[in-house]
């Protein structure tokens, strides 16, 4: 178990989104992610602790897109479905905070570390879709931050097992807690 105090944690949850969690995943579904996340939200939201939800979107030229050279873009087949970017359903509540991004990371080029500032966040719970890309990017960059960071290995989902695997077990203890979804419990 670990216990964390309710007005000083914030929940951050990356990229579920209709064109992110519809992909094949490992170990778990787009739709099991989304309803385990669910579940840690409403926790979140009944000590009054903020949730906040990130998702990746860009400009329709993508003018606002990473233009660096890499070996392997990231271009969709087909390219995005016009619902690409919005949330999977039911998982947002009006008093939620909204962060869209347009990398991976969900520091770099946005108002979340205001936001968690502005609110006296010192620790961050995080989860979401890819394991191993937007969380693993945000939560060196919270790390990076000064953020207390705790992340929840059963709300990930990456494209293969050995990537959860090697994130989990090799990265994110180096990064903060990893703990599953029922050890986190709020200090109201």
Same mark, same amino acid.
């Given at each position: 178990?670990? @216990? %964390?105090?309710?007005?000083?944690?914030?929940?951050?949850?990356?990229?579920?989104?209709?064109?992110?969690?519809?992909?094949?995943? &490992?170990? !778990?579904?787009?739709?099991?992610?989304?309803?385990? @996340?669910?579940?840690? &939200?409403?926790?979140?939201?009944?000590?009054? @602790?903020? #949730?906040?939800?990130?998702?990746?979107?860009?400009?329709?030229?993508?003018?606002?897109?990473?233009?660096?050279?890499?070996?392997?873009?990231f271009s969709p087949p087909g *390219?995005?479905?016009?619902?690409?970017?919005?949330?999977?359903?039911?998982? &947002?509540?009006?008093?939620? %905070? !909204? #962060?869209?991004?347009? =990398?991976?990371? &969900?520091? +770099?080029?946005?108002?979340?570390d205001l936001q968690l500032r502005? !609110?006296?966040?010192?620790?961050?719970?995080?989860? *979401?879709?890819?394991?191993?890309? *937007?969380?693993? @990017?945000?939560?060196?960059?919270?790390?990076?931050?000064? +953020?207390?960071?705790? %992340?929840?290995?059963?709300?990930?989902?990456?494209?293969?097992?050995?990537? =959860?695997?090697?994130?989990?077990?090799?990265?994110?203890?180096?990064?903060?807690?990893?703990?599953?979804?029922?050890?986190?419990?709020?200090? #109201?």
């Amino acid at each position: 178990m670990i @216990s %964390l105090p309710a007005r000083q944690t914030a929940l951050v949850l990356i990229d579920l989104q209709k064109g992110i969690t519809e992909l094949p995943l &490992a170990p !778990r579904s787009g739709e099991d992610i989304v309803e385990r @996340s669910k579940t840690l &939200a409403a926790r979140f939201r009944a000590a009054v @602790s903020p #949730v906040i939800l990130v998702n990746v979107a860009f400009a329709p030229d993508f003018a606002d897109a990473v233009h660096a050279a890499v070996d392997r873009p990231f271009s969709p087949p087909g *390219g995005f479905a016009p619902d690409w970017a919005e949330l999977a359903d039911g998982l &947002a509540e009006p008093n939620d %905070l !909204r #962060v869209t991004k347009r =990398q991976w990371g &969900a520091f +770099y080029g946005t108002d979340l570390d205001l936001q968690l500032r502005r !609110r006296g966040i010192t620790t961050i719970v995080l989860g *979401g879709i890819a394991t191993n890309l *937007g969380v693993e @990017s945000t939560a060196r960059a919270a790390h990076e931050h000064g +953020y207390n960071v705790v %992340l929840v290995e059963d709300i990930m989902s990456t494209f293969t097992e050995a990537m =959860q695997r090697f994130a989990c077990e090799e990265i994110f203890p180096r990064l903060g807690r990893v703990v599953a979804s029922d050890a986190v419990t709020l200090d #109201v």
